[in-house]
């Protein structure tokens, strides 16, 4: 016994709301877990900007992505006040390395 055309196309439609549902459902929650205040997401930002410059330097600080992510992980929990700070000390760390870097270019110490 073959399934008529009609069912097929119905199951098709069923499964295809079904899973546009679950994927919109997902972005909604993951949306509204975020309590970061604006001021936090632009330090954090700033901060993942550095860690990007250093980065294509391939010299960066070795605790310097850390200090970011435990800035999102604080942002994300709402403690606004701690991610600015822990953002800040990654862009800190982040400029430093950078100039460090530009330094070491500019005078090279040969053995």
Excluded: H
Excluded at 27 to 32: F, L, M, R
Excluded at 52 to 78: C, L, M, S
Excluded at 84 to 108: F, G, H, M, R, T
């Amino acid at each position: 016994m073959k399934p008529s055309f009609t069912v097929k196309l119905l199951s098709t439609v069923v499964l295809s709301l079904w899973l546009v549902n679950g994927c919109a459902e997902k972005a909604t929650k993951s949306a509204s877990a975020s309590k970061a205040s604006p001021a936090a997401v632009t330090a954090i930002s700033s901060a993942n900007a550095a860690i990007k410059q250093a980065k294509a330097n391939n010299w960066i600080w070795r605790d310097t992505e850390k200090f970011a992510q435990k800035a999102q992980e604080a942002a994300d929990k709402g403690d606004n006040t701690a991610a600015i700070k822990l953002a800040s000390k990654a862009k800190e760390q982040a400029e430093d390395a950078v100039k460090q870097y530009e330094y070491e270019k500019a005078n090279p110490r040969g053995l």
